[in-house]
């Protein structure tokens, strides 16, 4: 008799235990000491329960800071003769300071007949924080004519992008771009550029991000027609100071053309 008294009070106590520590968001914090019950899963927060960093897209920060990166692409055409594979080096410094981005890319490519410089390419970006879940950001470039050939000059470009966070971990994002193009025609009459995307994203977990979208890309030759992709792109935080990204490209409408990407990144501060 001694012994089920024992066990049903030991019962009774774990049961009221549990119930006192009972966590519906998960965050570590009891809801009995929990200011804010229903913070997302992948906010970090204080001892409060209350968010003390929210998960947002890439490149999306406030704080100064400077990366740079180095990475590798192969494409494939098989409609290009002679060039039908390309293999491309690629080196970008970014530095993000509150609202603004300022990003130089360069690269250096080879096919089977040919190799040399890629273009580079200056960016300055300004985002407004419409609400807390809502992101507008209005961007110019400028594309400097390093890759050599006949005719090529310098173009520039306004960015247009818009990016909504419905939940801590999602992202949902859509962008425009228009490129005045300035090269000589020397065969191909020549046209300004239009570019439209829209995709989505997700943080896995705090370090692992993932996204696809659809993008509709305009040739600057009159004679090519607009490319449709889907692009895939993960970034993984390796520590602090380090990250990684792949990307992938397959054109929907020509199966004979993709390509991918690797890049290292490291964050000076």
């Known amino acids: 008799m001694m012994t089920k008294i024992l066990l049903l009070s030991l019962t009774l106590f774990t049961l009221s235990h549990a119930q006192s520590t009972q966590d519906q968001d998960m965050d570590g914090v009891p809801d009995n000491l929990d200011q804010c019950i229903n913070t997302p899963f992948l906010d970090e927060v204080n001892d409060k329960g209350c968010s003390t960093n929210t998960l947002i897209f890439p490149h999306e920060r406030d704080n100064g800071s400077l990366d740079v990166s180095f990475g590798y692409a192969y494409s494939i055409n098989e409609e290009q003769l002679d060039r039908d594979s390309q293999h491309s080096t690629k080196f970008q410094i970014s530095y993000y300071l509150n609202n603004w981005s300022y990003s130089l890319r360069t690269g250096y490519f080879n096919t089977n007949d040919d190799s040399g410089m890629q273009d580079t390419t200056l960016k300055v970006k300004y985002k407004f924080k419409i609400t807390k879940s809502l992101k507008l950001g209005l961007g110019v470039g400028v594309k400097l004519p390093t890759y050599d050939f006949t005719g090529n000059n310098t173009d520039y470009t306004l960015y247009g992008s818009i990016v ?17 193009i300035k090269d000589d025609e020397i065969i191909t009459p020549l046209q300004d550029i239009n570019t439209v995307y829209a995709g989505s994203g997700y943080f896995f977990t705090k370090n692992f991000y993932a996204n696809i ?43 004979l053309s993709n390509s991918a990407s690797i890049k290292f990144g490291y964050s000076i501060w």
């Open 164 to 180: 909504y966070y419905p939940k801590s971990a999602l992202s949902i994002f859509a962008g425009v771009s228009h490129t005045f």
């Open 213 to 255: 979208a659809y993008t509709y890309a305009e040739s600057k030759f009159t004679t090519n027609n607009p490319a449709h992709s889907i692009i895939s792109t993960v970034l993984y935080k390796i520590n602090k100071k380090w990250f990684t990204t792949l990307s992938y490209s397959h054109e929907i409408e020509d199966e």
